[in-house]
């Protein structure tokens, strides 16, 4: 693949587009079906559910250029934190405020709060937009590698991941089951299984 002069793969990047543009215009046309009835082209929304699990794949894959330039699992979260949540309490933010002050709706604190720390489904607290439902699997699958790499186990992450794929098959082959570890289901981290599928090529030699 080719980088360019920040270090980036082009190829990457493209995919990134593709998958974006997927998800906007399968919500778009949906949307327009909704509330207008009609839809100047339509977008299956399942199209755009599965541009996401694109970027979970693409997220796995570029996660571990992120860590070989960690020295510790601390600057791992901090570069994770630093680079997403002032966007998204922005974006939150705004959500909020046209919420309450275009169309009306009741301010809810708690939900608001909760949503900021991207966990709040751990928390017992649903999206406050359903589009946000991607980032409780996103923070899972950081978590579980900060994880990993606190316990210098990121040398062995080719067998970690396809381990990781192969119960995730068996998971889903076995049907729904009891998951619940606390207040995190078992289910819920193997649904970060597509991360796990992204890694398995940046373990491939160059």
């Known amino acids: 693949m080719n980088k360019n002069n920040e270090g980036r793969f082009l190829e990457i990047d493209v995919l990134r587009g593709l998958a974006a543009l997927c998800v906007v215009l399968s919500h778009f046309s949906n ?5 207008f009835g009609e839809a100047p082209f339509h977008v299956p929304l399942h199209y755009g559910f599965y541009a996401v699990e694109l970027f979970f794949v693409i997220s796995g894959f570029v996660i571990y250029f992120t860590l070989e330039r960690c020295d510790t699992w601390k600057d791992f979260v901090f570069a994770r934190v630093s680079r997403l949540c002032p966007t998204f309490w922005i974006v ?26 991207m966990v709040h489904e751990y928390l017992g607290y649903p999206n406050i937009d359903i589009v946000y439902w991607s980032l409780t699997y996103e923070i899972s699958f950081y978590g579980v590698m900060a994880i990993l790499f606190a316990r210098s186990l990121l040398r062995h992450m080719e067998y970690i991941s396809v381990a990781w794929l192969g119960l995730a098959c068996i998971w889903v082959w076995l049907g729904p089951g009891p998951g619940n570890v606390g207040s995190i289901t078992v289910t819920d981290a193997l649904r970060a299984a597509p991360h796990g599928l992204g890694m398995i090529p940046a373990f491939v030699p160059q």
Not at 31 to 35: A, G, L, N, P, R
């Open 31 to 35: 949307h327009c079906m909704v509330f």
């Open 92 to 117: 939150l933010t705004l959500m909020s405020a046209i919420g309450v002050f275009v169309f009306g709706n009741k301010f809810w604190l708690g939900g608001y709060v909760s949503n900021m720390t």
